[in-house]
């Protein structure tokens, strides 16, 4: 049926497209520091998903978006972009000499940018995420980890920044070795 093959499209688009992009990642600023880069990717994205949660725990009063995420409020967001900046920051400056003791930090001004369009990306990508399950009608996308609603609630914000850390690292000065 059309429905069936929309859905199979939509899965070889959302998991195999962004997943190969950001797979590209590990060969980005060269074989050597593959992890690094991944690394800046899981930090920057992972980090801002950490902050957005304390930062609305704690001060989140307004809703971001009450129909489509009741959990999401302003102050989290505020505080997700800013811990993925700081985080990118501290990553970025001092994790390159640790897998190489030539390479230096990376600019700080690029740095702070990398966090917050991959943090501000990420976010993103969980709204979009939250999208689809409520349209599917389901809290949780999978079972395997409950209370984290599911695996691709623990990847979305990954997979939807991974092309956009892809082309940072193209673009910025972040490598400089």
Request: proline share 5%.
């Amino acid at each position: 049926s059309l429905e069936s093959l929309g859905v199979s499209w939509l899965i070889m688009g959302y998991s195999g497209f962004l997943l190969g992009i950001t797979a590209q990642l590990r060969w980005v600023a060269g074989s050597k520091a593959g992890y690094l880069v991944l690394g800046s990717l899981i930090i920057a994205a992972k980090s801002c998903d950490i902050g957005a949660y304390t930062f609305g725990r704690l001060f989140g009063k307004t809703k971001m978006t009450p129909v489509l995420s009741p959990g999401k409020t302003w102050a989290g967001a505020v505080g997700g972009i800013t811990t993925s900046i700081l985080a990118s920051w501290a990553w970025l400056t001092f994790a390159p000499p640790i897998f190489n003791k030539t390479w230096t930090p990376s600019p700080v001004w690029a740095a702070c940018l990398f966090g917050a369009i991959v943090g501000l990306t990420g976010m993103i990508g969980d709204l979009m995420e939250s999208l689809l399950k409520r349209d599917a009608g389901k809290k949780d996308s999978a079972a395997l980890f409950p209370g984290f609603g599911g695996l691709l609630d623990l990847l979305d914000s990954i997979l939807y920044a991974g092309p956009v850390a892809y082309a940072l690292w193209v673009l910025l000065p972040l490598k400089t070795w």
